[in-house]
């Protein structure tokens, strides 16, 4: 088991920027690749990002694609979801999670997650 406690949503205005933190304890955290998800009221869970367990490869939602960046630092068990340009569709509860392959979209994949942070952007 990992366990994920995500910090760093907030409220912003449209274009502004938040970067979220995941830190992990538990069992070896460099073994896993990682994905941030969110979730919008009334609407399902929606992949946003992945990065590989080294953290030499990643994937993005195309709807955050160059706006959103996905790293890690393993020396620290955490991974930061860097986002900028944030506009009011990207208001949502985000979570990060762990699996055992990379790279997976679907949250079926995701062995263990967070308790999710709250992002909010107004215009």
């Known amino acids: 088991q990992v366990q994920l406690v995500e910090s760093g949503g907030g409220s912003v205005q449209v274009g502004g920027a938040l970067r979220l933190s995941c830190v992990a304890s538990?069992?070896?955290?460099?073994?896993?690749?990682m994905g941030w998800f969110r979730q919008a009221p009334g609407k399902e869970r929606e992949f946003v990002a992945a990065i590989s367990s080294s953290g030499g490869r990643t994937t993005y939602a195309d709807s955050v694609k160059g706006r959103f960046t996905v790293s890690r630092d393993n020396a620290k068990n955490t991974v930061y979801l860097q986002m900028n340009s944030l506009k009011p569709e990207d208001t949502a509860v985000y979570y990060c999670?762990?699996?055992?392959?990379?790279?997976?979209?679907?949250?079926?994949?995701?062995?263990?997650w967070g308790q999710g942070t709250q992002v909010t952007v107004s215009s």
């Open positions: 538990g069992r070896i955290f460099t073994n896993y690749p």
């Open positions: 999670a762990a699996t055992n392959f990379y790279p997976r979209i679907i949250p079926s994949s995701y062995n263990n």
